[in-house]
């Protein structure tokens, strides 16, 4: 069990890049492209309806690193041969794609001074958020394809728990994210309401006076990291049946907490 759920920390770097070489290289990129954008973010006095231009592809960056890095721990557990086949480099392919070409176009935005999320200013912008929707609907997608693969493959060598764990976590970060990013792309923004003073969260930004459909969205994005760890923490600590139940448990109450969110978000009322 303990083989199957620990790894000495000099080797991760080379088992993620062993396991998932495409994840964990663009993981790496980005990251390294986040200093360049920090720098930015110092230097460029621009604004974008109140906040400074870069924070917001700086955030991007960082958001997606940490979801690259997840995907290619999890890709130990996807068969070998599912790993080494033309269907899965394409998969991972496209996911990569995808995400390069949110990057880019966020980042792009900024250069330029302007939004990218909801700007339908012109034929273009408009045209390019429509098309970057599709395009996270393909990243978001990594998510599911590796929890499928993981759940077919027989011999994980984790204990029944923290597998349907894994699964669990990947599948309902696909399933939720979708829910909850879908509903912001056909409104107007990530408000729910007008705000008057703009008093935000410190960090992510997210209203203190009105909803705000990014808190549920936020929380949906990281069901592959919290699930995981209650059923790792139940495999460790419990028989296989009470540790099973806890998992469905553990999934039941973070979609429960994701859709209560929503809905308080959707009638205008701040989480905070």
């Not at 027989?154 to 696909?174: E, M, N, Q, R, W």
């Not at 760890?229 to 495999?235: C, D, E, K, P």
Request: with cysteine; aromatic share 10%.
């Amino acid at each position: 069990m303990t083989h199957a759920l620990t790894l000495p920390a000099p080797t991760l770097m080379q088992r993620l890049w062993n396991d998932s070489p495409g994840f964990t290289g663009l993981a790496v990129l980005i990251t390294l492209a986040t200093l360049p954008l920090l720098v930015m973010a110092g230097l460029d006095p621009r604004q974008y309806q109140g906040e400074g231009i870069w924070i917001k592809p700086v955030k991007f960056h960082i958001a997606l690193a940490i979801y690259l890095v997840t995907l290619a721990f999890f890709c130990r557990w996807v068969p070998q041969a599912t790993r080494d086949s033309r269907l899965w480099r394409r998969f991972v392919g496209a996911v990569i794609a995808a995400i390069s070409a949110e990057l880019l176009w966020i980042g792009g935005a900024a250069a330029l001074g302007t939004g990218s999320h909801f700007n339908t200013s012109s034929a273009f912008w408009g045209g390019l958020y429509t098309l970057m929707g599709l395009a996270a609907v393909i990243l978001t997608s990594g998510a599911l394809g590796v929890g499928i693969a993981a759940w077919r493959n027989p011999d994980t060598g984790l204990p029944g728990p923290a597998k349907l764990s894994v699964v669990l976590g990947l599948i309902l970060t696909f399933v939720l994210t979708l829910i909850t990013a879908g509903t912001m792309a056909n409104t107007p923004g990530h408000f729910v309401g007008t705000p008057v003073t703009g008093a935000v969260f410190p960090i992510f930004g997210w209203s203190r006076e009105v909803g705000d459909l990014r808190v549920a969205h936020f929380i949906a994005t990281h069901a592959l990291h919290g699930i995981p760890l209650v059923g790792w923490a139940a495999a460790r600590w419990l028989p296989p049946a009470p540790a099973r139940v806890a998992v469905i448990l553990a999934a039941s109450g973070y979609t429960a907490i994701t859709a209560a969110v929503f809905w308080q978000a959707l009638a205008g009322v701040p989480l905070f």
